[in-house]
């Protein structure tokens, strides 16, 4: 698994990168009550906003971590927001991206690189 410092994680299935928000973020959002997940097809490209997370304390922007397009979206969010709340790294996922460059999910950070990061904030 691999972050960014928008707080998203990858985790590469083949060429397809499964993308979601960390436990520090959902921690950080609270109670999660809506996410608007990207649309199938839709083609990202590093640092794109794609989709929106919804809690009780804010909204907040995801971030696409690589550059590819949106090949399934996890819908089940919608009438289960809590997900991300409860499963951030496993059921929780937003979306599923064919990567365009396998290269740009080895360059983001690894899990003691982000947990390096975290104790700076």
């Not at 969010?77 to 991206?97: H, M, Q, R, Y």
Request: charged fraction near 25%.
């Amino acid at each position: 698994m691999r972050f960014t410092k928008d707080h998203e994680w990858v985790r590469l299935e083949g060429d397809v990168a499964v993308v979601g928000i960390t436990q520090y973020a959902a921690d950080q959002l609270g109670d999660v009550v809506f996410v608007e997940t990207p649309e199938v097809g839709k083609i990202v490209s590093p640092g794109d906003s794609f989709a929106v997370v919804e809690s009780v304390k804010a909204a907040s922007d995801v971030y696409a971590p690589v550059a590819g397009e949106v090949v399934e979206a996890n819908t089940d969010l919608g009438s289960a927001p809590e997900t991300v709340n409860s499963d951030p790294t496993g059921a929780g996922w937003f979306c599923k991206i064919k990567v365009a460059d396998k290269a740009q999910v080895e360059a983001l950070m690894d899990q003691a690189s982000y947990d390096a990061f975290l104790a700076t904030l």
